[in-house]
């Protein structure tokens, strides 16, 4: 698949840089997470490392429940979301206390985290 999401993936792993994520799942997955975990296959062939960690794993080892990406350890962007779950926004975030305190999280969710 030649989406540019692939492209950039592919792109990104072949010079040697890391991407990766940590997926929340409940139980029983969500529709979406279920349609996410489908594409998980295709992106780890890309290169992506992906994990999956129970929703009540995450709450038992008080990792919070916000979604996040970190960008070259400088950067997070936290997706915002309705009680419908339908993605409204992102905050940009570069102050680094708050930036190493979102490091520490998706740390200690990899570290618990089953690969894919």
């Not at 279920?34 to 780890?44: Q, S, V």
């Not at 996040?68 to 400088?74: A, E, G, P, T």
């Not at 926004?89 to 740390?107: C, F, H, K, M, N």
Request: hydrophobic content about 40%; proline content about 3%; overall charge negative.
């Amino acid at each position: 698949m030649s989406t540019w999401y692939c492209t950039t993936i592919r792109q990104a792993t072949a010079a040697g840089k890391t991407v990766g994520r940590v997926r929340l799942l409940d139980d029983p997955p969500t529709d979406g997470q279920r349609y996410l975990l489908c594409n998980a296959e295709r992106n780890a062939a890309l290169g992506e490392d992906i994990r999956a960690l129970s929703r009540s794993e995450a709450e038992r080892l008080h990792l919070g429940d916000e979604d996040f990406w970190i960008f070259d350890s400088r950067l997070v962007a936290r997706l915002l979301f309705t009680e419908a779950d339908e993605l409204t926004g992102v905050e940009l975030i570069t102050e680094p206390a708050q930036v190493v305190r979102y490091s520490r999280l998706r740390d200690a969710a990899w570290h618990h985290a089953a690969p894919h």
